[in-house]
């Protein structure tokens, strides 16, 4: 079974930048959309950004303009690059694919805090 697994959180003041990774095979970058999500406590998980594999990217408004989600197929590896950030951006932050989030278990998650 596919493992995913993230890294890259921290602690950041607000208007700080951290950038995340999950490792992630090279078969599903190559066919499946991948997305990052986020779960703040006392709330729904929330998918915020994805990116296809032709590139085509999207993102929930409120992150627009301030991340950016890529992908570097040579190593396997899918990024979420967070600048501007707020407090309100703090939780825990995984990857998945989507369309397939029930046959692929969700990682352990990276934990983002935005505090000064």
């Known amino acids: 079974q596919e493992q995913l697994v993230e890294s890259g959180g921290g602690l950041v003041q607000p208007g700080g930048s951290l950038r995340l990774s999950c490792v992630v095979s090279?078969?599903?970058?190559?066919?499946?959309?991948m997305g990052w999500y986020r779960q703040a406590p006392g709330k729904e998980r929330e998918l915020v950004a994805t990116?296809?594999?032709?590139?085509?990217?999207d993102y929930a408004d409120s992150v627009k303009g301030r991340f950016t989600i890529s992908t570097d197929n040579a190593k396997n590896t899918m990024y979420l690059q967070m600048n501007s950030l707020k407090p309100e951006d703090t939780a825990v932050y995984y990857c998945?694919?989507?369309?397939?989030?029930?046959?692929?278990?969700w990682g352990p998650g990276t934990q983002v805090t935005v505090s000064s």
């Open positions: 990116v296809a594999p032709a590139g085509d990217t």
């Open positions: 090279r078969t599903m970058l190559d066919i499946y959309i």
């Open positions: 998945n694919a989507p369309l397939h989030t029930e046959e692929i278990s």
